[in-house]
């Protein structure tokens, strides 16, 4: 009898310690993956719109990054466009080639690429590559093993540990390609045969910019803040700052947004430029999962008389789970006559900001928490009425594609499209 008290005492104690152990790894990673607090939780008030010398002005300094003049975009329709201007570019370089992206997975694409990256660093091109960790987890391992003993410096962004759990969830989003310091690549397209083709063959839908001009020097400095970080290694002079001419007439900002250090500029900028709104604000977006301050600001401009429409992906969205969640967000805006729009002819996955026909916002920044609050993220805003007007013109062209998503089909959701949308509000924070 005694030996089956001890047994059972045994059995007791490592169940609990099994307990203690579960509790504890569940508390390890609920903590270090929430997201970092929210800094801007009260409604902006702007006295002025876009067009206003006094915008311009704030949004260099709570952005902490300064406007420069004398720039061009040249604006990259899809994959068909994307990727050959980009290897082109590549091809060019005499001194660098600094690209730093979410997805790197194995694929023609990223063959081409480390191709033309082992070309250039057997004819002494420095090359750097960042590659988030879980953005390229399916990335050709031995391919990259090659480049990096070639003499490139190859790095999985915040590879994670035990004791730094955070850094599975917080990634880089970035997609950036600088070439010499004189030209730049940035916008929402990943390395990955997604982008292949045209969208009417399934291809993703997507924007990517070729940039010229003086601002090339803060797309430099975006890459450079996690370079820094990955190597403690900075890099200075004119092979990499100073050297970007001037190339035509825009005038451009960079800004980047990190949670390491509480830096959520990117929702601040968003949440800036949609309270700037006198008119009109068009918002494209592969994820849309607004939190309260978002919807807030969205519901204001609408109080103003300010139009709002919303682009997002439909059935061809390649996160189901994350659609679902969204549309239990619908039902406020869509009654305040906010217009969605849901892209039928493939994945949706440009990122896009207009605001009136003055201010552009374009990069790697979703409609989301993992964008706003979770990721490294960093977009380029213009403050130009042609290219502004340009851009609006992208945006209606992509209109002809969509369907238009109202209260009476919001309200006719089936219940497992309900009931997956409150799953997926569990979730929320983490979208």
């Known amino acids: 009898m005694s030996l089956l008290r001890r047994l059972l005492h045994y059995k007791t104690a490592i169940v609990l310690l099994l307990g203690l152990a579960g509790f504890t790894l569940l508390a390890l990673i609920y903590f270090n993956a929430t997201p970092k607090p929210a800094r801007v939780t009260v409604p902006l008030t702007l006295d002025y719109g876009p067009g206003d010398e006094r915008f311009a002005r704030d949004l260099a300094i709570?952005?902490?990054?300064?406007?420069?003049?004398?720039?061009?975009?040249?604006?990259?329709?899809?994959?068909?466009?994307?990727?050959?201007?980009?290897?082109?570019?590549?091809?060019?370089?005499?001194?660098?080639?600094?690209?730093?992206?979410?997805?790197?997975?194995?694929g023609d694409l990223t063959a081409e690429a480390l191709g033309i990256l082992e070309d250039r660093v057997a004819a002494g091109v420095e090359v750097r590559l960042i590659l988030?960790?879980?953005?390229?987890?399916?990335?050709?391992?031995?391919?990259?093993?090659?480049?990096?003993?070639?003499?490139?410096?190859?790095?999985?962004?915040?590879?994670?540990?035990?004791?730094?759990?955070?850094?599975?969830?917080h990634r880089t989003h970035r997609k950036l390609v600088i070439i010499d310091g004189q030209v730049g690549f940035i916008g929402g397209a990943n390395m990955t045969d997604d982008w292949l083709g045209r969208p009417e063959s399934g291809a993703y839908r997507d924007n990517h910019f070729r940039v010229e001009g003086p601002v090339v020097d803060y797309l430099q400095q975006a890459f450079m803040d996690n370079l820094v970080a990955a190597t403690g290694q900075p890099l200075f002079g004119e092979p990499y700052f100073g050297v970007a001419a001037p190339a035509g007439e825009l005038k451009a900002q960079v800004v980047i947004s990190t949670p390491r250090e509480g830096r959520h500029r990117v929702r601040k900028m968003k949440l800036m430029a949609i309270a700037a709104a006198r008119e009109h604000i068009r918002l494209g977006t592969a994820y849309f999962y607004p939190d309260g301050a978002l919807i807030d600001a969205l519901l204001s401009a609408r109080e103003r008389g300010v139009e709002v429409d919303?682009?997002?992906?439909?059935?061809?969205?390649?996160?189901?789970?994350?659609?679902?969640?969204?549309?239990?967000?619908?039902?406020?805006?869509?009654?305040?006559?906010?217009?969605?729009?849901?892209?039928?002819?493939?994945?949706?996955?440009?990122?896009?900001?207009?605001?009136d026909d003055r201010f552009v916002s374009i990069g790697s920044t979703n409609l989301d928490n993992r964008s706003f609050r979770i990721n490294d993220e960093a977009n380029l805003n213009v403050l130009d009425q042609d290219f502004a007007e340009m851009m609006i013109e992208v945006f209606e062209r992509d209109l002809d594609h969509t369907r238009r998503y109202d209260l009476e089909r919001w309200h006719a959701r089936s219940r497992i499209d309900r009931f997956r949308g409150l799953v997926g509000r569990l979730l929320g924070p983490h979208l």
């Open 132 to 169: 988030d960790f879980a953005g390229s987890a399916l990335a050709d391992f031995a391919a990259l093993k090659d480049l990096e003993e070639a003499g490139a410096t190859v790095i999985r962004w915040r590879q994670p540990s035990w004791y730094q759990l955070s850094r599975l969830n």
């Open 62 to 106: 709570h952005m902490a990054a300064p406007w420069t003049q004398g720039n061009r975009l040249t604006l990259l329709k899809n994959g068909e466009q994307i990727f050959p201007a980009q290897f082109e570019a590549m091809r060019s370089a005499r001194h660098h080639i600094h690209i730093e992206t979410f997805q790197f997975n194995k």
């Open 310 to 355: 919303l682009l997002v992906p439909g059935q061809t969205i390649d996160k189901p789970f994350v659609r679902m969640a969204s549309k239990s967000h619908w039902q406020g805006l869509l009654e305040a006559g906010v217009r969605i729009h849901e892209f039928e002819q493939s994945m949706f996955h440009a990122k896009l900001t207009i605001i």
